[in-house]
């Protein structure tokens, strides 16, 4: 018969609860500065007529565990009643939106949000590993 006798697992125990608080502290570090990010590129797209929309534009707060327990996640969005028709719709720009400088080629105006969430997904996403990697020295 074989009798193992394990020691120090409570020691264990805690190192990973700690590595599990620091990994989240970082990744909503990270979160925060990804979606401000995406908050100031989008309104520099955002199409302009009163600055109404660019205004309404928000990000809220990583928030851990907010949908599901293994999930942490974090909003950008506009709040105006006519932010998505300008987002989806298609129209031409007018003399203030076609005046906008592009961003990183991207053209003010239509899908003033998803181009910056498309064309900065993979940067997030290694910015966010690095941070569960900081975690971890």
Known sequence: MIHITLEGVEEVQRALQQFERRAIDELVAEMTKSKEDLLSKSQQLAPVLTG????SGTADPPVGMRVQPDEISAEVGYHVVYARRRHEEFYNPGPLTASK?????????????EQPALRYAKDYLQAWTAAVRRAMS
């Open 101 to 113: 400088p592009q961003v990183d080629g991207m053209i003010p105006g239509r899908k003033y949000l």
């Open 52 to 55: 109404k929309l660019m205004e």
